[in-house]
């Protein structure tokens, strides 16, 4: 038969050692730090330094030559050749003047009038516009099977003047183009346009349609 004091003494023990247990994980507890303080435990030690900003090219206007084939109707086809400027006022919509120069030829005339009808065979042929361009179709032209490059297709229409045997007419332009860019600076320019002036050369006044295409390069800056 168990002695009730040594069951007493047993139960005492083991309430002590509950005890002790219990205040050891107080303790631990107290002493890890809580991870909800606020207080910042690492400071880094950075030394600030002013940054200079790159000045990327805006890219926005751009400058080119062309050259291709002028008909003018009733005198024939001649070789054209120009200057072009423009400005991108938005990634959709640009500005362009061209100035540009060819020959018109009476030579189908002179065969019924005696002395044709400009002074000379050919005569000089000029013409400057303005006009609005915006950009239909951005995207990517596919050379062979390896390389791509981006491209815009665009339409494009403006007013201008035209001179041709010491007559100068107002000139309705319009028509479509296509750029094929090499990089962020030059392009590959193709046009077709129509050159729509009134003439007073054969005994009255006529609208003529003058069909104009070309082929440039355009630098950008």
Not at 69 to 96: C, I, K, M, P, W
Not at 159 to 184: I, L, P
């Amino acid at each position: 038969m168990t002695n009730p004091m040594n069951l007493t003494t047993l139960c005492n023990a083991l309430l002590f050692a509950l005890t002790l247990l219990t205040g050891m994980d107080a303790i631990a507890a107290d002493q890890v730090p809580s991870t909800s303080s606020t207080e910042q435990i690492v400071v880094p030690e950075v030394t600030r330094r002013d940054i200079k900003l790159p000045r990327f090219p805006s890219n926005d206007f751009d400058i080119g030559f062309f050259a291709g084939t002028y008909a003018t109707q009733n005198f024939g086809s001649s070789a054209v050749s120009g200057l072009r400027l423009g400005y991108h006022v938005t990634e959709d919509f640009f500005v362009q003047s061209a100035l540009a120069q060819t020959k018109v030829s009476d030579a189908s005339f002179r065969q019924i009038l005696p002395g044709g009808i400009f002074p000379t065979e050919k005569e000089k042929l000029h013409y400057y516009n303005l006009s609005l361009g915006y950009n239909l179709l951005p995207g990517e032209v596919f050379i062979r099977t390896k390389y791509a490059k981006p491209f815009s297709l665009y339409l494009i229409g403006g007013v201008g003047s035209t001179s041709v045997n010491q007559q100068r007419r107002a000139t309705f332009n319009f028509g479509s183009g296509m750029r094929v860019f090499f990089n962020d600076h030059i392009a590959l320019q193709f046009d077709a346009r129509d050159h729509v002036f009134s003439l007073d050369l054969l005994g009255k006044r006529q609208r003529t349609q003058n069909i104009e295409l070309s082929v440039g390069l355009t630098a950008s800056f």
